[in-house]
């Protein structure tokens, strides 16, 4: 049973295409320096949740300025400059003593595991389809509320049309 006394406070934080994909060959799908710049600012100081896939597909680990967690069912891991946790309990009680916000940023098995638990979604809207092998989960929009939307933006190295969008749960848990 998970003890949600002690839950942090969990943010997601996505890229993704208009069909869900997030990602191909346990790497991203697209290049998109304007939001690799977000995602720092936004972290930067943050706990930061992620898969141990995730994690291995980092160019350069762990990320700097931040706690990294790594999630794996492998007991014997060990992630050099990340903490290991095996569990949804074991992550709640590593961050038990931080209160301010803490980030999960995938991948695909770390968004669904993590969703119930989130207060908070800043998602970057790609429009356009991709040819994804993870895709994340189908969410039930009318448990949140659209808090904040830019305007659509392009982004000319990459030729992608996105935006941002944040959402709060409607009641927090
Ligand atoms: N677009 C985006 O914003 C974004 C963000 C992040 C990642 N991605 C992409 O997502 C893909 C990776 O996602 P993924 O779903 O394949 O992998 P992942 O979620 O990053 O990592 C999966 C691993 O996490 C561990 N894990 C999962 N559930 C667990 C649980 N309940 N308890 C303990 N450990 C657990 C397992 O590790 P072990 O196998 O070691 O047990 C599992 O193999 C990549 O393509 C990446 O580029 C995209």
Redesign the pocket.
Known sequence: MINIDKKPNLSI????AENLA????????WHLSSDLKRFKKLTMGHPVV??????E?LPKRPLPGRRNIV????TD?KADGAEV????NSLFEVLKDYDDEVFV??????YQ?LLPFTNRLYV?RVYREFDG??FFPVIDMSEFNLVSLSDPMFDEESGLDYAYEEYDRKFRI
């Open positions: 934080i996505v890229a993704v997030i990602g191909k060959n346990n790497d991203l799908l992620m898969g141990r896939r995730t994690w597909s999630f794996t069912q492998n891991f946790v095996h569990s949804v940023m995938g991948g695909a098995s770390i595991l970057t092998d993870v």
